[in-house]
């Protein structure tokens, strides 16, 4: 297989396993361990890593890859560009959502709601809904432009889960939400995930300044 295929390939694997919170904050992804568990040399696997680092997704160290470590500045700007772009993405959403995007929010609703102290199950479900409400995000352009910030995002979330009252938030939001989706009400939608994100953005500084 070509060089540049297998690139792809590892670029897109290492993507999916972002975008569902695979990779943790004290996740290192080093080109020669990925490389053999896939099978291909070093060199696709370093191109696909930097490509993500180019992106958005992830940032290069002295001993690998990991998610991005933002400063106060960097974490205000991507809650700013989630207001600017996420209102408009679920309104969106609410408008051509299909009956199967609907069933896979409520799958990861479902395990984010059953995952009791399980923060690690949590994570995965309200990823889980993220993703599926991203993905019936039908204009690409703009699903990419939020997909870019997902580890910014993720970096957030891991700092902010442990919290149980930020994890009963989100749960309310989610639930919230699904509801819009369902009763294709892309106004509500919209209101629901702009509270939503200065919801998280008040749970971040909160534990930030208990820490």
Known sequence: MPRTSHRTRIHETLRLRLLRGEVG????????????????SRMPVREALMQLVSEGYLESTSRGFTLPNLSPERIGEVFLLRRLLEPHAVACVARDRSPADLDAMRDGLAVAETAGEDVAAFHRGSEAFRNAWLGAVRNSELRHAIQRYSGQVQSVRFATLPDPAARRTIVSGLRALLDAFAAQDGPRASDLILRFIYDAETAYHRIEERS
């Open 25 to 40: 904050p004290d996740v290192r992804l080093v080109d020669h361990a990925i490389a053999e568990e896939m099978g291909v």
